[in-house]
């Protein structure tokens, strides 16, 4: 079993910013991609940011430049570090890992349970 736990959300003004944290634990025999997608309210979900074994990153080109992603592999954790938060970022982010568990053969996606973020005045 794998757990994904999130935390750091909550309520920002607008150029505010918020550090996000996802910690994986459980049977875990190797991690391959985190990463961070979010669904506002009547929207699909959508990936934000992913670290693939902390060597390739990806980004939304809405997040570019005022998002960074970052992982710490050897405590199973990424983290979101989110500048210049607009309104448009309001949403519930979810933190995604590709985990191999012990005598697993492949890779399976975990999620968490989601942690809101608001950007308000």
């Known amino acids: 079993q794998v757990q994904l736990v999130e935390s750091g959300g909550g309520l920002v003004q607008p150029g505010g910013s918020l550090r996000l944290s996802c910690v994986a634990s459980g049977s875990i025999f190797s991690i391959n991609t985190m990463g961070w997608y979010r669904q506002a309210p009547g929207k699909q979900r959508e990936l934000v940011a992913a670290n693939t074994r902390g060597a390739i990153t990806n980004y939304a080109d809405s997040v570019k430049g005022r998002f960074t992603i970052s992982r710490d592999n050897a405590k199973n954790t990424v983290y979101l570090q989110m500048n210049s938060l607009k309104p448009e970022d309001t949403a519930v982010y979810y933190c995604?890992?590709?985990?191999?568990?012990?005598?697993?053969?492949?890779?399976?996606?975990?999620w968490g349970q989601g942690t809101q973020v608001t950007v308000s005045s």
């Open positions: 995604n890992a590709q985990v191999r568990v012990p005598y697993g053969v492949r890779y399976n996606d975990y």
